[in-house]
């Protein structure tokens, strides 16, 4: 077993995959709350795998209200060096379509009232985010959508509102008018909390519709993407599955030196709790 893990974030059941060994569920306590749900472990292609249903079992808790903190806390905390979100988005491109798979190398963040850093409460870090993905780990993911031969794009920007409702028509044809590709309401806090984490970050975006743009096709609803979703589940297990075939046998990518540099506040400054809640993704960064 190398000393590489796997961190998948997505929807409920992609753990039951054919494959994956020595499962067990781990449920942890957080410096900052409670995770989504039990995170599930396993091995997958000689790898350890940690899996997090992100709106928990059931999906009974909404975008607005995941404590994404605390999921990314836990992920580091079980070891976890690649993170790989799969997300439901909408599509804001025509040759994007319903059932297509895209890779996103890039986000606009257009929400309100999310913590998306660990560094607050005394401790100031500002890490690169001018490419917040991975391009290493996006390119596996690409490669592995395409054997699964899934409909795949690679590059696009994703646009993270707030939700929970669907956008209006109004807003839908503003964000096509900036030139983004597709729109979700999820993975932007997972991508910088992850940077911040020094993971190595993928967004693999499931587009379900076309929002409610498209004037030729029936505006967004519950049924359709949940149609959507369940009809590729066995691809997406598929693709984790090639992912994980890639990965190497150490985790030394940029985004597994984010930290270095980044920390701007005095070590001897930082109050005693901070330091303690944040040693698992700092302790490495600060003099003994």
């Given at each position: 077993?190398?000393?590489?893990?796997?961190?998948?974030?997505?929807?409920?059941?992609?753990?039951?995959?054919?494959?994956?060994?020595?499962?067990?569920?781990?449920?942890?306590?957080?410096?900052?709350?409670?995770?989504?749900?039990?995170?599930?472990?396993?091995?997958?292609?000689?790898?350890?795998?940690?899996?997090?249903?992100?709106?928990?079992?059931?999906?009974?808790i909404?975008?607005?209200?995941?404590?994404?903190?605390?999921?990314?806390?836990?992920?580091?905390?079980?070891?976890?060096?690649?993170?790989?979100?799969?997300?439901?988005?909408?599509?804001?491109?025509?040759?994007?379509?319903?059932?297509?798979?895209?890779?996103?190398?890039?986000?606009?963040?257009?929400?309100?009232?999310?913590?998306?850093?660990?560094?607050?409460?005394?401790?100031?870090?500002?890490?690169l985010?001018?490419?917040?993905?991975?391009?290493?780990?996006?390119?596996?993911?690409?490669?592995?959508?395409?054997?699964?031969?899934?409909?795949?794009?690679?590059?696009?920007?994703?646009?993270?509102?707030?939700?929970?409702?669907?956008?209006?028509?109004?807003?839908?044809?503003?964000?096509?008018?900036?030139?983004?590709?597709v729109?979700?309401?999820?993975?932007?806090?997972?991508?910088?909390?992850?940077?911040?984490?020094?993971?190595?970050?993928?967004?693999?975006?499931?587009?379900?519709d076309?929002?409610?743009?498209?004037?030729?096709?029936?505006?967004?609803?519950?049924?359709?993407?949940?149609?959507?979703?369940?009809?590729?589940?066995s691809?997406?297990?598929?693709?984790?599955?090639?992912?994980?075939?890639?990965l190497?046998?150490?985790?030394?990518?940029?985004?597994?030196?984010a930290?270095?540099?980044?920390?701007?506040?005095?070590?001897?400054?930082?109050?005693?709790?901070?330091?303690?809640?944040?040693?698992?993704?700092?302790?490495?960064?600060?003099?003994?």
């Amino acid at each position: 077993m190398s000393g590489v893990v796997l961190g998948v974030i997505g929807g409920s059941g992609l753990y039951e995959m054919e494959g994956l060994e020595d499962v067990r569920s781990i449920r942890l306590e957080t410096p900052f709350g409670d995770p989504s749900d039990e995170y599930v472990t396993g091995t997958l292609e000689g790898h350890s795998l940690v899996f997090l249903p992100r709106h928990g079992r059931g999906h009974r808790i909404g975008p607005s209200q995941l404590n994404f903190r605390a999921n990314i806390w836990g992920m580091k905390k079980l070891g976890v060096n690649f993170l790989l979100s799969i997300s439901a988005v909408g599509s804001m491109r025509e040759d994007i379509r319903p059932g297509d798979l895209v890779v996103v190398d890039q986000f606009l963040d257009w929400t309100r009232h999310r913590a998306s850093s660990f560094f607050t409460d005394g401790i100031i870090a500002h890490v690169l985010f001018a490419d917040p993905v991975c391009p290493t780990m996006a390119g596996w993911v690409y490669d592995a959508g395409v054997e699964t031969g899934a409909r795949m794009h690679q590059g696009g920007t994703y646009i993270c509102m707030e939700g929970p409702q669907f956008s209006t028509r109004a807003e839908s044809n503003l964000y096509r008018s900036w030139g983004v590709d597709v729109i979700g309401m999820t993975n932007v806090q997972e991508a910088k909390l992850a940077r911040e984490a020094e993971m190595s970050f993928s967004t693999l975006a499931l587009a379900t519709d076309y929002d409610c743009w498209h004037e030729g096709e029936d505006d967004v609803t519950v049924e359709a993407v949940l149609a959507i979703v369940k009809a590729n589940a066995s691809r997406a297990k598929a693709l984790i599955r090639g992912v994980a075939k890639r990965l190497p046998a150490t985790a030394d990518l940029p985004a597994h030196h984010a930290l270095e540099n980044a920390i701007m506040t005095d070590p001897e400054r930082i109050p005693a709790n901070t330091r303690r809640a944040l040693d698992i993704i700092i302790g490495h960064r600060l003099p003994k």
